[in-house]
T-cell receptor, first 115, second 111 residues
Framework: KAGVTQTPRYLIKTRGQQVTLSCSPISGHRSVSWYQQTPGQGLQFLFEYFSETQRNKGNFPGRFSGRQFSNSRSEMNVSTLELGDSALYLC??????????????FGEGSRLTVL | SQQGEEDPQALSIQEGENATMNCSYKTSINNLQWYRQNSGRGLVHLILIRSNEREKHSGRLRVTLDTSKKSSSLLITASRAADTASYFCATRETGANNLFFGTGTRLTVIP
């Protein structure tokens, strides 16, 4: 069974641009969560989706948005990029309806650098 | 902050020694999980302990949970160089759907 796939793995953007990151969960998993990881703040929860519905959102500005498609694939978008958005963005899927009930399966992440 | 905190932030030991990492959290939880992350990679789930459990084992891993102190510990016995990684605790708070991660412990095992 294929694991969680995140694309792109690495990308470089400049301030003011926008970026879209993609996550394909493990087949059969309907819950997808996104996290931002930085050296200073650690792993910060962004959003959680289940069956195309955003069920939870972390404490991030409105520039951060996401969605989930009917095939459970998810995308997140960051508009008007700032230097502080440079981070490793991690996607995780779960077979449970509630992402925190059991283990999360993580992708390798998308490393975003904002110049 | 809803994050837990791991202690110590960094730990360096010799191969064969045991490594103990601690996690403290702030609210009531349904479960607590431990994850491992190799440098710049995704996280890998190690073990889950529910709020009504006090101890759990998996191979060389032993996890304890003290809900009265809102703390957990992860013990890795007979460490190997391949155990070098960052270790994170994550909590599912009561009534919440998602996991909140701690700040992590960076473990270095010296061959």
């Amino acid at each position: 069974k294929a694991g969680v796939t995140q694309t792109p793995r690495y990308l470089i953007k400049t301030r003011g641009q926008q970026v879209t990151l993609s996550c394909s969960p493990i087949s059969g998993h309907r819950s997808v969560s996104w996290y931002q990881q930085t050296p200073g703040q650690g792993l910060q929860f962004l959003f959680e989706y289940f069956s195309e519905t955003q069920r939870n959102k972390g404490n991030f500005p409105g520039r951060f948005s996401g969605r989930q498609f009917s095939n459970s694939r998810s995308e997140m978008n960051v508009s008007t990029l700032e230097l502080g958005d440079s981070a490793l963005y991690l996607c995780a899927s779960s077979p449970q309806a509630s992402a925190g009930t059991g283990e999360l399966f993580f992708g390798e992440g998308s490393r975003l650098t904002v110049l | 902050s809803q994050q837990g905190e791991e202690d110590p932030q960094a730990l360096s030991i010799q191969e064969g020694e045991n490594a103990t990492m601690n996690c403290s959290y702030k609210t009531s939880i349904n479960n607590l999980q431990w994850y491992r992350q190799n440098s710049g990679r995704g996280l890998v789930h190690l073990i889950l302990i529910r709020s009504n459990e006090r101890e759990k084992h998996s191979g060389r891993l032993r996890v304890t949970l003290d809900t009265s102190k809102k703390s957990s510990s992860l013990l890795i016995t007979a460490s190997r160089a391949a155990d070098t990684a960052s270790y994170f605790c994550a909590t599912r708070e009561t009534g919440a759907n998602n996991l909140f991660f701690g700040t992590g412990t960076r473990l270095t095992v010296i061959p």
